[in-house]
Structures are given as structure tokens and as C-alpha cells.
T-cell receptor, first 111, second 112 residues
Framework: NAGVTQTPKFRVLKTGQSMTLLCAQD?????MYWYRQDPGMGLRLIHY???????AKGEVPDGYNVSRLKKQNFLLGLESAAPSQTSVYFC??????????FGDGTRLSIL | DAKTTQPNSMESNEEEPVHLPCNHS???????IHWYRQLPSQGPEYVIH???SNVNNRMASLAIAEDRKSSTLILHRATLRDAAVYYC?????????????FGKGTTLSVSS
């Protein structure tokens, strides 16, 4: 049972570089989310999607872009990475008001 | 979303019951009480949720106060694998698709 799969698991970037984090879910869920978690803190929502082709901003969207071209995939992009974006990124998916299923995270360091 | 208050940390011994409290005095009539936990180096994991009545599943039990201003997550026999951060979160199903609001949660330590 794959559930929610995040790629890559670890990445180190230099300031100003760009990259894309991939989230894939095999549960046919309508809703997908990107969160970030900083040390000792709870998760904060970056962007989310309520269906294929739709995206919306969360609590901390600045510096990130997202796309949901296929129902099963939700991509998170960093156009110009900054040290403040060093964090652990979690993707989740769900159906409507059902519990969210999370991936194991992507640990991103920006030097 | 209404706010929840949890103790920062709790300790337990293996095979003993654990009661994790959560206060949510401003809960609305439509808010469900959800619990998630996060094991070290993993993403959060759903544990249980309820509205008014006590709930049981294979992982835990949820006891909800009659006035719904507080609830308690009960782990009947703690194991070392239950050491995690436990989050109490309120969700309104009428706002389906919105984010879970994570506070700092309760860090549960389990000793053998």
C-alpha cells in the first residue's frame, strides 16, 4: 500500500536555486495539501488543492508555487530558494472531511 | 478554527494506560475533535475522531466531556512505539478540504 509518496526524501540546495517537490497519492483523493514543519513546531499549510486543476493559498504561501495537473499528483515548486525555506515538507491527501493521509516528508536544506 | 490547549509533555511506563488531555473551551457545535500523532521522522498519522459520544478504535479511545469543552485520548497499554507527538485538532466538516491546524501538541515519552 503506497498511500502518499513524496519525492525526493532529502535535498540540499544553494540559495537562489529552484526545485520541485513531487507528491503522488494512489487513493483517488480529491483534496491534496502541502505543509511545512519547522523544528519544534506544528505543521503549517502552504498551498492546497480541492481537485484536479485547482489550487489555493494556505497560511504561508509566499515563495512557493503549486500545480495539480493530474488528480494523483501535487507539485510544490520553489522558484528561488532562500535559507528561510529550510524545513521538512509534508504532503497529505484526503476525501472531503475524511482524515488526511500524510507522506513521510521531504527534508530540504538551503545553504 | 477554534483553539486547543494541550500539555507540552507527558511521560508513561510501558504497558500502562495513558490519558492525554485536550481543552477546547471555544469549540463550536459542528466541530469534530480529531487526534493525530507524529512519530519521529515521520508524517502525522490519524488516530481517532469524534463529535459527542466516546469513540473506540484499534489504536485508542476518545473520551469527550459532556459539555464538549475538553476531551481525553486514551492509550490503553502504552508501548515504546507510542512515543510520539500527539495533536488535538478541531475540524468543521462544513469546511471540507481546509487545512488541519497543528499546535505544538503533547510529546509523549514511554519508558520500558
Amino acid at each position: 500500500n503506497a498511500g502518499v509518496t513524496q519525492t525526493p526524501k532529502f535535498r540540499v540546495l544553494k540559495t537562489g536555486q529552484s526545485m520541485t517537490l513531487l507528491c503522488a497519492q494512489d487513493m483517488n483523493h480529491e483534496y491534496m495539501y502541502w505543509y511545512r514543519q519547522d523544528p519544534g513546531m506544528g505543521l503549517r499549510l502552504i498551498h492546497y488543492s480541492v481537485g484536479e486543476g485547482t489550487t489555493a493559498k494556505g497560511e504561508v504561501p509566499d515563495g512557493y508555487n503549486v500545480s495539480r495537473l493530474k488528480k494523483q499528483n501535487f507539485l510544490l515548486g520553489l522558484e528561488s530558494a532562500a535559507p528561510s525555506q529550510t524545513s521538512v515538507y509534508f504532503c497529505a491527501s484526503s476525501d472531503a472531511d475524511q482524515p488526511q493521509h500524510f507522506g513521510d516528508g521531504t527534508r530540504l536544506s538551503i545553504l | 478554527d477554534a483553539k486547543t490547549t494541550q500539555p507540552n509533555s507527558m511521560e508513561s511506563n510501558e504497558e500502562e494506560p495513558v490519558h492525554l488531555p485536550c481543552n477546547h473551551s471555544t469549540i463550536s457545535g459542528t466541530d469534530y475533535i480529531h487526534w493525530y500523532r507524529q512519530l519521529p521522522s515521520q508524517g502525522p498519522e490519524y488516530v481517532i475522531h469524534g463529535l459527542t459520544s466516546n469513540v473506540n478504535n484499534r489504536m485508542a479511545s476518545l473520551a469527550i466531556a459532556e459539555d464538549r469543552k475538553s476531551s481525553t485520548l486514551i492509550l490503553h497499554r502504552a508501548t515504546l512505539r507510542d512515543a510520539a507527538v500527539y495533536y488535538c485538532i478541531l475540524r468543521d466538516p462544513n469546511q471540507a478540504g481546509t487545512a488541519l491546524i497543528f499546535g505544538k501538541g503533547t510529546t509523549l515519552s514511554v519508558s520500558s
